[in-house]
C-alpha cells in the first residue's frame, strides 16, 4: 500500500463523511491532546532516567581488591579494583588469577566510588564496576572502558547438520553408551532432578561462582516446562528443563547426576542438549534458545555452545561490567590478551574484542585461525588491538593486508596504546 493511499485511508477515518464523522475541529483537538501525552511521556522517561540515576549514585555497593600474581609476566603482580556482589567478585577473581586474593574495602556509592578510583587505588591496573546498563549508556559510555554484558544469550537451529564435528561427537556418544531420552512433566521427577541432578552439578562445577536457582523458582516456572531427561544403562543420569515461552523454547537449567565426573566424561553434556533439540524439532520448533553464558570468548560455556552451532541474540540482561585500564602495564595488557571478550558499542550491538600476540600475526592464515577462534556468529565483528609499532609512516597498520577478503568486513584493526592511555 502506497504512502498516499495510507495518507488518504487516515483522512477518511479521520474526517470522513456524513453525521457520525468527526469535524475538522474536533480532530485538531484530539491530536492536539496526542501530542501533549507524548510530549509528557518523554518527559516522565527523562524524569525516571534521572530518578533511577540518583539512586544508582547514592545506593552502596560492595567495593573489594583483587590481588595476584599474573602467569607468564614473571615477577608482575596486578590488583584490581572492583565494585559489585560477592559471587561476580570471585568469577573475576579466578578469570583473572589461578590464586587471587580479594580484600573487602566496604560499601560505597557509584559516586564514591569514581573519588575512591582516584584518589585511594591509584597503585590499581584495572577497575570493573557493575552497572545498569542504561546508566552506562547514558552516562559513561565516552572513555577508554567497555560494558560487558553480565551474560549473553543465544540460539541454535535444532536441524544443525550431524555432519559438523560437534554433532557426529554426540551421535557417537549416544551409540556407544546406548543413552536414550524421555520427556515428563511429574512433579516427583522435577523434585529428583532438582536434589540429584542440579544442585550436585552446578555447585561441583562452579563452586563459589555458582548462580544457583532457587527450588521455589523451579517449582513455580514449572508449569510451562518440560523436563528432558537422559538415560543409561536404565539410570536417570542428566536432565535439562526446556521453558516454553510464547514460540520460543529455551533450554533453562543443566543437571548431571551427584555432578560426577565419569558421566561428565561420557559427554552427556552434549548428548542433552542433541536430545533436546531433536525433541523441539519433532514439536515444530526450528530454533532453540540456548540459555546464557559469560561474555569472555574463551569461556567453555560459550565454546560448547558455539560449536554446535550457537549464534548470539539481542537477549542479555539490564546489568553488566564496565571494564576501564588504569593503567598501561605488562600485567594489566596480559589481562585484556588472555581474555578475549563480548562487549557492547555505543548502538547497542554485540562486538569482540581481541589482544592479540602480534609477533602471532605473520601470515593471510594466522587471522583466518583468531577469527575462527573469536568471531561468534551475531556479532557486528571482532576488534583486534595491536600497539602502534606495526603503523607506517602513514599511520596505518601493515598487517592489515594480510587479513582475507572474505573476513575483511568482520575485523576492525584498533589502537591498544589509544586504550590503554591514561
Not at 590481588?67 to 570471585?90: C, H, S, W, Y
Not at 544443525?160 to 520427556?183: A, G, L, M, Q
Not at 562445577?205 to 513455580?220: H, I
Amino acid at each position: 500500500m502506497g504512502l498516499s493511499k495510507v495518507m488518504v485511508q487516515t483522512d477518511k477515518t479521520l474526517y470522513g463523511a456524513g453525521k457520525s464523522a468527526l469535524c475538522p475541529k474536533t480532530a485538531f483537538h484530539i491530536t492536539r491532546i496526542n501530542f501533549l501525552k507524548k510530549i509528557f511521556s518523554t518527559f516522565r522517561g527523562i524524569y525516571g532516567m534521572q530518578r533511577r540515576f540518583i539512586y544508582s549514585l547514592k545506593t552502596k555497593t560492595d567495593v573489594w581488591t583483587i590481588e595476584g600474581k599474573m602467569g607468564g609476566v614473571p615477577q608482575g603482580t596486578l590488583r584490581i579494583l572492583f565494585a559489585g556482589p560477592e559471587i561476580d567478585k570471585n568469577y573475576f577473581t579466578g578469570l583473572a588469577f589461578e590464586n587471587g586474593k580479594a580484600s573487602h574495602v566496604g560499601k560505597v556509592s557509584l559516586w564514591g566510588l569514581r573519588a575512591l578510583k582516584k584518589k585511594l587505588f591509584t597503585d590499581c591496573g584495572l577497575a570493573i564496576f557493575r552497572l545498569e546498563r542504561d546508566i552506562y549508556t547514558r552516562f559513561f559510555s565516552e572513555g577508554n572502558r567497555f560494558y560487558i554484558p553480565g551474560w549473553v544469550g543465544g540460539s541454535t537451529g535444532t536441524a544443525v547438520p550431524d555432519e559438523t564435528h560437534s554433532r557426529k561427537n554426540d551421535i557417537r556418544k549416544i551409540k556407544k553408551y546406548k543413552f536414550s531420552y524421555e520427556v515428563t512433566q511429574d512433579e516427583a521427577r522435577f523434585d529428583d532432578f532438582y536434589a540429584r541432578m542440579y544442585l550436585p552439578y552446578i555447585n561441583g562445577r562452579y563452586g563459589n561462582r555458582a548462580f544457583l536457582m532457587s527450588y521455589q523458582e523451579m517449582k513455580k516456572g514449572a508449569e510451562i516446562c518440560e523436563l528432558m531427561l537422559v538415560k543409561k544403562d536404565g539410570e536417570y543420569v542428566a536432565g535439562n528443563i526446556l521453558v516454553y515461552e510464547g514460540d520460543t523454547a529455551r533450554l533453562w537449567s543443566l543437571g548431571i547426576k551427584d555432578g560426577r565426573d565419569d558421566l561428565i566424561r561420557t559427554g552427556v553434556r552434549g548428548v542433552t542438549d542433541y536430545f533436546c533439540a531433536l525433541h523441539l524439532r519433532q514439536k515444530g520448533y526450528e530454533r532453540m534458545h540456548y540459555g546464557y553464558s559469560r561474555a569472555f570468548v574463551n569461556d567453555g560455556v560459550l565454546q560448547f555452545k558455539k560449536a554446535r552451532g550457537m549464534s548470539l541474540i539481542k537477549s542479555f540482561p539490564d546489568f553488566g561490567f564496565v571494564i576501564t585500564p588504569l593503567a598501561d602495564s605488562t600485567c594489566v595488557r596480559s589481562f585484556f590478551s588472555k581474555n578475549p571478550f563480548i562487549f557492547l558499542n555505543n548502538q547497542g550491538r554485540l562486538e569482540g574484542a581481541v589482544f592479540p600476540d602480534e609477533k602471532d600475526l605473520g601470515t593471510t592464515e594466522d587471522f583466518n585461525n583468531i577469527f575462527k577462534n573469536s568471531y561468534i556468529d551475531g556479532m557486528d565483528r571482532i576488534n583486534l588491538f595491536l600497539s602502534g609499532e606495526n603503523k607506517n609512516s602513514q599511520g596505518h597498520y601493515e598487517k592489515t593486508v594480510l587479513i582475507p577478503a572474505a573476513i575483511k568486513d568482520k575485523i576492525a584493526v584498533r589502537s591498544a596504546d589509544t586504550l590503554f592511555k591514561n
